[in-house]
Nanobody
Framework: QVQLVESGGGLVQPGGSLRLSCTAS????????MGWYRQVSGTQRVLVAH???????TYGDSVKGRFTISRDNAKNTVYLQMDSLKPEDTALYYC???????????????WGQGTQVTVSS
């Protein structure tokens, strides 16, 4: 199995910054795409950003120009630098990794437990 552990959430004032980290561990053969989703209670989980193993990035419209995703393949770690934070960025942020545990296994999506980000004065 693959486990994802997130860190870096917290309380920040509007206009401030936070950096989230997520590291994958366990029985990993290969991880392709890694990324972040966020969810506000009572609503669906939505894409924040994801990044391929080769570094190709995709961002949700609401965070373009403010958030930057990056990764360290050697450490199986993905980062999300969040700048110019707004109250509407308040949510539970989940890490996701698309990977496989052996050369012949299927590709699966693995999720972290989530880290809370609250933007408030």
């Amino acid at each position: 199995q693959v486990q994802l552990v997130e860190s870096g959430g917290g309380l920040v004032q509007p206009g401030g910054s936070l950096r989230l980290s997520c590291t994958a561990s366990g029985s990993i053969f290969r991880i392709e795409r890694m990324g972040w989703y966020r969810q506000v209670s009572g609503t669906q989980r939505v894409l924040v950003a994801h990044i391929s193993r080769l570094g190709v990035t995709t961002y949700g419209d609401s965070v373009k120009g403010r958030f930057t995703i990056s990764r360290d393949n050697a450490k199986n770690t993905v980062y999300l630098q969040m700048d110019s934070l707004k109250p509407e960025d308040t949510a539970l942020y989940y890490c996701i990794a698309n990977g496989k545990t052996t050369v012949s296994s299927s590709w699966n999506n693995y999720w972290g437990q989530g880290t809370q980000v609250t933007v408030s004065s």
